[in-house]
């Protein structure tokens, strides 16, 4: 019975040891998000945030893979898909 009640004792010192971690890592993470929040910071680079987005390459609806720029065919260069066989997408 000492065994137990010495493991118990044991595991209750780490357990307590592993919260205190974990509050202090919470702490830690509550200030960086009310800094970056704050300053209006954002994670990442800068340079990205500021470009538009690029605008998606047309992609054939049977396989999925971009088609090359310029005219398009009747059906797609890469699998044969015929594109009247589907409703145009509306555009954006």
């Known amino acids: 019975m000492g065994r137990r009640a010495r493991s118990d004792a044991d595991l ?26 704050k300053t209006g910071e954002r994670l990442g680079t800068q340079k990205a945030a500021l470009r538009p987005p690029a605008p998606s390459a047309s992609r054939c609806p049977g396989c999925l893979l971009e088609l ?25």
């Open 12 to 37: 209750a010192v780490r357990l307590a040891g592993r919260i205190a971690e974990l509050e202090d890592r919470i702490r830690a993470l509550e200030l960086r998000v009310a800094r970056v929040s």
């Open 68 to 92: 090359p720029r310029g005219r398009r065919g009747p059906s797609c260069v890469w699998c044969g898909f015929v594109f009247s066989a589907v409703r145009r997408r509306a555009t954006r």
